[in-house]
């Protein structure tokens, strides 16, 4: 299984900017698809995730409302549309997956198994 993250970039505060990741070697099916997101010297932290074979989205508080996270199953792509971005979004952003997640786990970096390269978004003030 590999994730393949891109579309990260340098936009000013405001903007709008959809990033990307693409799965292969298998299908979504009963996968839970995140995006987590890591700043210099901190943790890494959940950002959304899908719920792909129902489409339940989580969203972090400092999220929502801005972004929404989506996916094409024919593409094996799940999409991160951000709006309204701010300088504190600024990070490398990292998709996952794992499989059958309670609710309860799916805001936790380590209840992943499979982890992509991870894309910068810079946004300016």
């Known amino acids: 299984v590999q994730l393949q993250a891109s579309g990260g970039g340098l936009v000013q505060a405001g903007d709008s900017l959809r990033i990307s990741c693409e799965a292969s070697?298998?299908?979504?099916?009963?996968?839970?698809m995140g995006w987590f997101r890591q700043a210099p010297g901190k943790e890494r932290e959940f950002v959304a995730a899908?719920?792909?074979?129902?489409?339940?989205?989580y969203y972090a508080e400092s999220v929502k409302g801005r972004f929404t996270i989506s996916g094409d199953k024919a593409k094996n792509t799940v999409y991160l549309q951000m709006n309204s971005l701010k300088p504190e979004d600024t990070a490398v952003y990292y998709c996952?997956?794992?499989?059958?997640?309670?609710?309860?786990?799916?805001?936790?970096?380590?209840?992943?198994?499979?982890w992509g390269q991870g894309t910068q978004v810079t946004v300016s003030s």
């Open positions: 899908v719920r792909w074979s129902i489409g339940s989205t």
């Open positions: 070697g298998r299908t979504f099916s009963d996968y839970v």
């Open positions: 996952a997956s794992a499989l059958r997640l309670i609710a309860s786990s799916i805001r936790i970096p380590s209840s992943y198994t499979d």
